[in-house]
């Protein structure tokens, strides 16, 4: 017991001298230039998903505005782990500057969080940007960050838009035409049922994660809604026939057989070696699943419904400021135009798979010109822009929990436990008496 | 003795089966290691990689600070293994050595404390190590964890276990109650206080939940927290990397258990068989 | 038994204050808030009575949430209690050989974090295209939904702490196993008892008190380790169906963002623990075989 006693304590004391210089030498190094102000960036950007280019445009931004720093930081498990974090930095009085916040979020952080509005910014410390925001974004675009109030919290910064994945193998398999992929959902469901018949392969997948994106563009794509204004009042409003008709059609295809109700992991996973035909997610995991996959990944529009318009809501997030003293609100301001300038959006594109929210970045050869003209599947996502509308944010206190609920009846839909409009009408109830 | 070989072959098979379970996953994530995206998610039962490559490690290697990582979870593991080991060694022998009022109810409240779950300590500890200026640092980390109710528990049951007439024979002599602790009781209780500071240290060094509430800046993270950085809902995972960073975290507490196994085990036969 | 309080205070300070500032007082903490709504983060709390309390016990989630708590703790005394108590008796006591192999090799996955091991069962798992679909196909069963079913959801995440817990289980209990004399088992042996009878009669009571160590840190610990699983693969799904008391205190808390209820299931969490440690006190503890 000695021995090892002596043993740990040695090796406490020497990784605590090691630990201490490597503390010490940054502290130093970033002490040396008193006259920076510092200023931190917080995303959601793991190694395997844009990491590298949030270092990159950093670190281009830092070289170029030599009195600006700029520090990044990670935040896990996506825009619940970085609100979580930044609700407990706000509790204690340390405030990120410039903060992703994810489309999901927006009311609940319009409400909830002390933000920086940017139309007062640049009224106060720079108004020769006043015009920035009419002249460099499309209004359907700009909306996705205006709260259902009309404040405008934030910039757009990274739009994804939901597409259907499929491999032309398994369509090939099946007699199908992989340059003919299914354009409406009654298409979807022959397919589905096609490659399950003739291969036994799983037919289709739409994704499930702890939001209902995916089902909103469902749902709102045959003219249902998520969210209803009747009074002046904001209530559930997907407990309509073109809502249930929608997520109908999805437990249908489960219920069948010819559609996988599982979670995404698995589903993609299982993408990925060939056991599913088409999935619909969003075009965020262009990159991941061109690189991981055995097969050519191509992808087509979201499906329609017949004789009715598409209505995609806008994944990815917006960039919120939260600094509080003029001078780093300047710079925030100022990181912040430097990541939604062409340059940096095509860098953020390319690594990232997310569309630019800005007008004129895919003619730009500075931007993106060349590479959505070699990328077939990012030009689908671009064609989609138009047909942006904005994420369905439950407001008040509950609003995250009512999410919550409409998640739990996905489950409830896709399982068979009940029809979707049962489930849609008994969440609706539900929901209403949380908001 | 008789030895029934019969009912040995069937308990040999039984436990390799088990022990087939156990490591079959491990084998996955070794060799999914030592893959190239495109190779891992091959539905077959074959683990093996077609063509290992060393690429994931070598990512790591290059853009990883691996060291200053290891060194963060060991000081925040080490540390907290032996805050707990000391404390609940001195806490123990006050309840098996001492009387006094209220010592049953001050020994429950004090083992209650390690069925109240993280989540609901987290937020309160949080703002007092805000307060205390201690976020960012590895001491935000430890300075909840100096204690530990399951450690008391554990030290009190083994010191139990001790025949009273050693304990009065240092009494006798007038021997202090530091001398009866370290040079009579210690020493008995030795295999005890190894197996509980292994699951301590195993426990503090894949510790995610807190170290991720402290611990903001890259450098600081310990490796559990660099694993996350692999895995994204989002864009998708890094498999291949992230069971690299895996393997290396999974090493130091797996050597660290081998190695003293044999201590164990000699220390029982040092100890001789009682009786 | 000596009287000297205040040297037993000074062996007993460290342990007690560390534990008193940062367990006890932020349960205090918690109950403070458990009467208030609040988000965490605006300056104003409400002050709300026992309205948090009472949505609570009214709500419907809560008897799922005892519900599933209880079929965890069923799992996880399986996995983890009862059946490495019987593996190491064996490994101990009716192996001549191998005995360390086993322990080293059984013991290797709870060097593991949690949170590998969960990604690694996602993809054995799999349903289309995991090695052990493959084994099912072969056998022309097809592969349950293991995520999305409401009990076998609970039944998989126990099997995965299983998996990694059980290493940990093993070799205490072993060390236990070793403790036996072995004169006893020998002279037992001698009289033909049966392995049933040597291990009720002899093992379980000589082993008895780190076997509850055992069994009180498979509930407790269990019932903790399942928030990463969850947490990663479920998030309390599908439709609350894998969600127990430790997880739905996250899930209000760092979720939704509802201080006040969190803190009240927690207060309910902590009631519930105290009187599993009661009747542990007043029923196992008697049970129990000492030496002193």
Redesign the interface.
């Given at each position: 017991m000695k021995k090892i006693t002596q043993l740990v304590a040695l090796l406490c004391i020497g990784a605590f001298t090691i630990a201490a210089l490597g503390c010490g030498n940054s502290q130093n190094a970033s002490s040396k230039t008193p006259s920076k102000v510092m200023i931190e960036y917080w995303h959601v950007n793991a190694e395997s998903f844009g990491g590298p280019s949030v270092k990159q445009l950093v670190e281009q931004f830092n070289k170029e505005n030599p009195d600006i720093e700029v520090v990044e930081k990670y935040n896990p498990?996506m825009y619940?782990g970085l609100?979580?974090n930044l609700?407990?930095a706000?509790?204690s009085g340390k405030n990120p500057d410039v903060v992703q916040m994810g489309y999901s979020y927006l009311n609940?952080a319009g409400e909830?969080?002390?933000y920086a509005s940017i139309p007062d910014i640049i009224t106060k410390l720079s108004p020769e940007d006043n015009t920035y925001l009419q002249d460099n974004f499309l209004p359907n675009v700009l909306a996705l960050a205006t709260t259902d109030d009309g404040k405008q919290i934030g910039l757009p910064y990274s739009v994804s838009v939901p597409v259907l994945y499929y491999n032309p193998d398994v369509f090939k398999q099946a007699g199908l035409d992989p340059n003919q992929p299914p354009r409406t959902w009654q298409q979807v469901t022959q397919y589905a049922k096609t490659i399950k018949e003739k291969t036994g392969i799983?037919g289709f997948f739409m994704q499930e994660y702890?939001d209902n994106w995916a089902q909103q563009a469902l749902i709102e794509s045959n003219g249902g809604q998520i969210l209803a204004k009747k009074d002046g009042r904001t209530m559930a409003g997907f407990d309509t026939p073109e809502a249930s008709e929608a997520y109908q059609v999805l437990a249908d295809m489960v219920k069948n057989g010819d559609g996988?109700?599982?979670?995404n992991?698995?589903a993609f996973?299982?993408f990925l070696?060939?056991?599913?035909g088409m999935v619909c997610t969003t075009i965020g995991k262009r990159d991941n699943f061109e690189k991981s996959a055995k097969f050519t990944v191509m992808a087509t529009q979201f499906p329609s419904f017949e004789g009715k318009t598409r209505k995609l809501p806008a994944g990815g997030n917006l960039l919120m400021i939260f600094s509080q003293d003029p001078d780093k609100q300047k710079a925030a301001w100022r990181f912040v135009k430097f990541l939604e300038s062409p340059g940096a959006l095509a860098l953020w594109s390319k690594g990232t798979g997310y569309l630019p929210p800005r007008k004129g970045v895919t003619e730009d050869p500075q931007g993106l010109k060349d590479f959505a003209e070699q990328n077939k599947n990012m030009q689908v996502a671009m064609s989609q822009m138009p047909e942006v509308v904005k994420w369905a944010s439950f407001p008040g206190?509950?609003g995250?929990?009512a999410e919550?609920a409409l998640?739990?009846?996905r489950?409830?839909i896709?399982?068979g436990k009940q029809s979707a409009a049962d489930a849609l009408k008994q969440a609706a109830a539900k929901i209403n008496s949380m908001l | 003795?008789?030895?029934n070989s019969y009912?040995?072959w069937y308990?040999?098979i039984?436990?390799l089966f088990?022990?087939v379970?156990?490591?079959?996953?491990?084998l996955?994530?070794l060799s999914t290691s030592f893959k190239t995206m495109d190779q891992i998610?091959l539905?077959?039962?074959n683990?093996l990689p077609a063509k290992p490559v060393i690429d994931n490690y070598l990512y790591v290697l290059k853009n990883l600070p691996l060291i200053q990582y290891i060194v963060n979870t060991l000081l925040i593991a080490s540390s907290i293994t032996l805050a707990k080991i000391?404390?609940?060694i001195?806490?123990g022998?006050?309840f098996?050595?001492?009387?006094?009022s209220h010592k049953?109810k001050?020994f429950?409240?004090?083992?209650?404390?390690?069925?109240?779950?993280?989540?609901?300590?987290?937020?309160?500890?949080y703002l007092?190590i805000s307060k205390l200026g201690l976020l960012n640092t590895p001491w935000g980390v430890i300075?909840?964890?100096?204690?530990d109710?399951?450690g008391?528990?554990?030290m009190r049951?083994?010191?139990?276990?001790?025949?009273?007439p050693l304990l009065e024979a240092g009494r006798l002599e007038n021997a202090s109650?530091w001398v009866i602790l370290t040079r009579i009781i210690l020493p008995l209780i030795k295999?005890?206080v190894i197996?509980m500071g292994i699951?301590f240290f195993?426990n503090s060094w894949?510790d995610?939940?807190w170290p991720l509430l402290i611990l903001h800046d890259k450098p600081t993270y310990t490796l559990?927290l660099a694993?996350?950085m692999f895995?994204s809902a989002e864009g998708g995972s890094e498999?291949g990397i992230?069971?690299a960073v895996?393997m290396l975290?999974?090493l130091p507490?797996?050597l660290l258990?081998?190695t003293c196994?044999r201590f164990?085990?000699n220390t029982?036969m040092q100890s001789g068989?009682?009786? | 038994?000596?009287?000297?309080?205040w040297?037993?205070a000074l062996?007993?300070a460290?342990?007690?204050i560390?534990?008193l500032?940062?367990?006890?007082?932020?349960?205090l903490?918690?109950v403070w808030l458990s009467f208030h709504?609040w988000?965490?983060?605006?300056p104003t709390m409400k002050f709300v009575g026992l309205q948090n309390y009472l949505q609570l016990l009214s709500s419907d989630e809560l008897i799922k949430i005892l519900l599933n708590t209880v079929l965890y703790i069923l799992v996880l005394v399986c996995v983890n209690f009862i059946l490495p108590y019987l593996?190491s008796f064996?490994?101990a006591h009716?192996?001549?050989r191998?005995s360390?192999f086993?322990?080293?090799?059984?013991?290797?996955?709870?060097?593991?974090?949690?949170?590998?091991?969960s990604?690694?069962?996602?993809?054995?798992?799999?349903?289309?295209?995991?090695?052990l679909?493959?084994?099912l196909s072969a056998i022309g069963l097809e592969s349950p939904?293991w995520?999305?079913?409401s009990g076998l959801v609970i039944i998989i995440i126990g099997l995965i702490i299983g998996?990694k817990v059980?290493?940990?289980n093993l070799?205490?209990l072993a060390?236990a196993m070793?403790?036996v004399?072995?004169?006893?088992i020998?002279a037992a042996?001698l009289e033909n008892v049966s392995n049933w009878q040597l291990f009720r009669r002899i093992i379980v009571p000589m082993t008895s008190?780190?076997a509850l160590?055992v069994f009180?840190?498979t509930v407790?610990f269990g019932?903790?380790y399942v928030?990463?699983p969850v947490?990663m693969?479920?998030?309390?799904?599908?439709?609350?169906?894998s969600t127990n008391l430790?997880y739905i205190?996250?899930?209000y808390?760092?979720?939704?963002?509802?201080?006040g209820k969190?803190?009240a299931f927690?207060i309910l969490?902590?009631l519930i623990?105290?009187l599993?440690?009661i009747v542990k006190?007043k029923v196992l503890d008697k049970k129990v075989h000492?030496?002193?």
């Open positions: 498990d619940k609100t979580q609700q407990a706000m509790a609940y909830n969080l002390k799983m702890a996988l109700h599982a979670t992991e698995e996973q299982a070696s060939g056991k599913i206190a509950n995250l929990q919550q998640i739990d009846v489950d409830i896709l399982s | 003795m008789k030895i009912r040995d308990w040999h039984l436990l088990a022990v379970i156990q490591l079959w996953p491990l996955f994530m998610f539905s077959t039962l683990p000391i404390t609940s001195l806490a022998f006050a098996v050595y001492y009387d006094f049953e001050l429950n409240t004090l083992l209650l404390t390690f069925f109240i779950p993280i989540t609901v300590v987290m937020m309160p500890n007092f300075l909840p964890q100096l204690a109710g399951m008391i528990f554990l049951q083994s010191m139990r276990n001790i025949p009273k109650p295999p005890s197996a699951v195993i894949n995610y939940f559990p694993l996350q895995i498999w992230a069971m895996a975290t999974a507490p797996l258990y081998l196994q164990i085990m029982f068989v009682k009786g | 038994m000596n009287r000297f309080t040297q037993s062996f007993l460290p342990a007690t560390t534990l500032l940062f367990a006890y007082w932020p349960l903490q918690d709504s988000n965490m983060v605006s593996l064996i490994i009716r192996l001549n191998f360390f086993y322990r080293s090799a059984l013991f290797i996955p709870s060097t593991v974090s949690l949170a590998v091991a990604i690694l069962f996602l993809w054995i798992l799999n349903p289309l295209a995991g090695p679909n493959i084994i939904r995520f999305k079913e998996w059980f290493g940990y070799i205490l060390a070793v403790d004399p072995k004169e006893l020998e042996r008190s780190t160590y009180v840190i407790v019932l903790q928030l990463v947490n693969l479920t998030q309390g799904g599908p439709d609350q169906g430790v205190v996250y899930q808390g760092f979720v939704f963002f509802q201080t969190a803190s927690a969490t902590m623990y105290a599993f440690l006190t000492y030496e002193n």
